[in-house]
Each structure stands twice: as structure tokens, then as C-alpha cells.
Nanobody, 118 residues
Framework: QVQLVESGGGLVEAGGSLRLSCVASGSIFRINTMGWFRQAPGKQREVVARITTGGSTDYADSVKGRFTISRDNAKNMVYLQMNSLKPEDTAVYYC????????????WGQGTQVTVSS
């Protein structure tokens, strides 16, 4: 099992910045992908950004140029720096961990609320 705990959400005005953090613990495989998803009210959960242990990243088109994902493998942490926030970024943000060591495993954090006021 892998446990994920997010922090850093909150209320911010449009144009502002927030930084989300997520720490993973438990049976972590050395090769994995961690990322951030979000879910707004009435909408499906969607990927925001992902990063592999090797540092490869991918982003949703809606956040490219504004959000930056990074990780510290030694601390089993992943971060999401969110700049130039827009009201449409308002959602619950979830940390995600996946690996494949013979068996596909995926875990989720409990989520952290991000609210961007106009």
C-alpha cells in the first residue's frame, strides 16, 4: 500500500499563485509516476500534470505555461507550482501515484481544495 497526503490548497485571487505538496509513504517502488489530477463540481476528474521518477513530465493543455510539476525522489514528494491562477482552476486537487512492478498499482490522496476568486 502507498499513502498520499496533500497540502497547500486554499483560496487565492485570480492571477495569484499556490504551491501544492504531496508526500508518499509505504511500499513505494523505485520506478513510479506521480501526478496531480483535479475535479471541479459536476465535472469528471482530469489530469493536470504528471512526472516520472526520471523527471519526464506532461501537462494538460489548459495549464501549460502556468503550472510546473516537480518531485524530490529522496523525500518521495511531488509538488505543483500554480501561477497565474484562473477561476476555472477551482477544483479539488488530488495527488496520484502509479507504478508497475509486475502488477499495476494506483493510489490517490484525499484531495485538497483550490479556490480561485475572480
Amino acid at each position: 500500500q502507498v499513502q498520499l497526503v496533500e497540502s497547500g490548497g486554499g483560496l487565492v485571487e485570480a492571477g495569484g499563485s499556490l504551491r501544492l505538496s504531496c508526500v508518499a509513504s509505504g511500499s513505494i517502488f523505485r520506478i513510479n509516476t506521480m501526478g496531480w489530477f483535479r475535479q471541479a463540481p459536476g465535472k469528471q476528474r482530469e489530469v493536470v500534470a504528471r512526472i516520472t521518477t526520471g523527471g519526464s513530465t506532461d501537462y494538460a493543455d489548459s495549464v501549460k505555461g502556468r503550472f510546473t510539476i516537480s518531485r524530490d525522489n529522496a523525500k518521495n514528494m511531488v509538488y505543483l507550482q500554480m501561477n497565474s491562477l484562473k477561476p476555472e482552476d477551482t477544483a479539488v486537487y488530488y495527488c496520484n501515484y502509479v507504478d508497475y512492478s509486475g502488477t499495476y498499482r494506483a493510489y490517490w490522496g484525499q484531495g485538497t481544495q483550490v479556490t480561485v476568486s475572480s
